[in-house]
């Protein structure tokens, strides 16, 4: 009997990984948010909100409910979905909010239907909510959500996705609560790198993809530079300068801002590390009265996860 309900936990991602700007990206494991999709008769999409970020629920106009437009278009049956949805990684963070929609709607629909679609496929389809919340399609943090690891996106159209199982690394993130908006993000850079940028910035691109895949955390330190976005978006995080180096001072490989932040992360080799990387973080942003939270997890390899079925 083919089952109707699924409760699924959809994590946050990094996106960029300091030097890669839209083809590299990383799932971890806090937070996540948790989703309830339903297989239903009619074929719509129908959406419940839990939680008290008041996003769309017209499914058009929603992260989660878009990718389930483009699947069931895909699909040679009619269907619908009904979707609750209690997000716990906060719009405008930096951190996947709208991956985690669009990538849990996607493998919990798929895996209702007896798991149809590739996970190409249902990159494809999650991308549409991407441009929903962004503007543009873009799957940087839907590719890391659905195939979990390190993922880099060598082309969008055609896609074609390259999925690392990354080393035992953790991430340490500091969310200070303010937003920053992705499209608003993105309207502050430069159109335009000198040719002398570009070269060091495909050099670091090429050395961390290569670190990750020989599990090289020398080399991964030695790549996480961004010598084109992050001086530009760095401005809008507070004390981002100071963090950086204060936490590599404590000992983390290093790091930068999460997708469009204003989250930072740093990466580093041992969970006492990463801890005391928080406690630096914390330490900050108290002692200039703004408030944040503050993750520690591991790399997460395996992205989506069903919890209940």
């Given at each position: ?22 083809v ?15 297989l ?19 499914p ?13 278009l ?58 929903v ?99 530009i ?68 390899n ?8």
């Amino acid at each position: 009997m083919q089952q109707k309900k699924v409760t699924i936990h959809a994590p946050a991602t990094v996106a960029n990984l300091v030097c890669g700007f839209d083809v590299l990206g990383m799932c971890i494991d806090a937070p996540f948010d948790v989703m309830e999709v339903e297989l239903i008769n009619t074929p719509e999409v129908i959406i419940k909100n839990t939680d008290s970020y008041h996003l769309p629920t017209a499914p058009h106009l929603n992260a989660a409910g878009a990718p389930l437009l483009e699947l069931m278009l895909s699909f040679n049956k009619p269907i619908g979905f009904k979707i609750t949805s209690n997000k716990n990684i906060k719009p405008g963070s930096g951190l996947g909010s709208s991956a985690a929609s669009a990538a849990g709607a996607v493998v919990a629909a798929n895996y209702l239907l007896g798991n149809p679609f590739s996970k190409n496929d249902l990159v494809r389809f999650a991308m549409a909510g991407e441009k929903v919340a962004t503007g543009i399609k873009h799957a940087d943090n839907v590719a890391p959500c659905i195939y979990g690891g390190v993922t880099v996106i060598r082309s969008i159209f055609p896609l074609d996705v390259i999925n690392i199982d990354a080393p035992p690394l953790y991430v340490t993130v500091v969310h200070p609560q303010i937003e920053i908006k992705t499209a608003d993000a993105r309207q502050i850079l430069r159109k335009e790198v000198l040719l002398k940028d570009a070269i060091k910035q495909w050099g670091n691109i090429a050395g961390l993809v290569a670190g990750f895949m020989k599990k090289d955390v020398n080399l991964i330190a030695n790549s996480l530079e961004d010598v084109i976005i992050e001086p530009i978006r760095s401005i809008l995080i507070p004390r981002f300068d100071d963090i950086k180096q204060a936490c590599k001072n404590a000992g983390a490989l290093g790091g930068g801002i999460a997708g469009s932040g204003p989250s930072i992360f740093m990466l580093s080799e041992t969970k006492a590390i990463a801890d005391t990387v928080a406690q630096v973080m914390q330490h900050t942003y108290t002692e200039i009265g703004l408030p944040h939270f503050t993750y520690v997890s591991q790399i997460n390899n395996e992205g989506v996860k069903i919890i209940q079925s």
